[in-house]
């Protein structure tokens, strides 16, 4: 069955430190993949995608993602987090034939002064 | 800017007495969805809308109904709510969901409170 495993339910990290959120796959094929973040009482934004192509996807708010087939991951991370960046994370995968949004579970970030 | 709209952002309904969540979108997409998210949890997607074709999830229960009367319009009815029924709810657009490479764009929420 196809799946999206966020394996970090709940990460902290201290303002300006790196970032690293982790995130599996499982599908038949490579799916296209993404990553959205949701502030507290909001909608989801979208941070960055991948299709095809370049494995490290520069997105949004100085986010950064890198794919690894080998892995069945596609790993979010950012050099310096801000405050403002606290939030919940979620990563979701698609088939490369179109179809259903799969989720993970989220991971939900929080900075420290 | 183009953008997916949800109203009300909060809204409080009674147990049983029915209850609609309206979206609108300014992106000219074709498919509308819409999600239910519990708290702490992922979406999870009730149905959807390509074009005027209705495509139901088959765990949706039948309390929760949808109509789209125009492109720009998408609504969740929910006939008789229940306390389980407490969630936010989500709207969604992509293009054209018979492209691949396609990304859906979030409406803000609309967070039902069910007395």
């Known amino acids: 069955a196809q799946s999206v495993t966020q394996p970090d339910i709940h990460i902290t990290v201290s303002e300006g430190a790196s970032l690293e959120l982790r995130c599996n796959y499982s599908?038949?094929?490579?799916?296209?993949l993404f990553w959205y973040v949701q502030s507290p009482g909001q909608g989801l934004q979208l941070l960055l995608k991948?299709?095809?192509?370049?494995?490290l996807v520069q997105g949004i708010k100085g986010f950064e993602a890198e794919f690894k087939r080998s892995q069945s991951s596609f790993n979010l991370r950012k050099p310096s987090v801000h405050w403002s960046d606290a939030a919940e994370y979620f990563c979701?995968?698609?088939?490369?034939?179109?179809?259903?949004?799969?989720f993970g579970q989220g991971t939900e970030l929080s900075v420290k002064p | 800017d183009a953008m997916v709209i949800q109203n009300p952002r909060y809204q409080v309904t009674q147990f049983g007495k029915p209850v609609t969540l309206s979206c609108s979108q300014t992106?000219?997409?074709?498919?509308m969805y819409w999600y239910q998210q519990k708290s702490s949890q992922a979406p999870k997607l009730l149905f959807h809308?390509?074009?005027?074709?209705?495509?139901n999830e088959a765990d949706t229960p039948d309390n929760f109904q949808s109509r789209r009367p125009n492109t720009s319009f998408c609504f969740l009815d929910i006939r008789s709510p229940g306390l389980g029924d407490a969630a936010m709810y989500l709207c969604?657009?992509?293009?054209?969901?018979?492209?691949?490479?396609?990304?859906?764009?979030f409406g803000p929420g609309t967070r039902l409170l069910v007395l």
């Open positions: 991948y299709f095809s192509g370049d494995t």
């Open positions: 979701a995968a698609q088939g490369n034939q179109g179809g259903k949004l799969i």
């Open positions: 809308y390509y074009d005027k074709d209705f495509n």
């Open positions: 599908y038949g094929a490579t799916p296209y």
């Open positions: 969604a657009t992509s293009r054209d969901e018979r492209l691949v490479q396609e990304t859906q764009y």
């Open positions: 992106l000219n997409h074709n498919v």
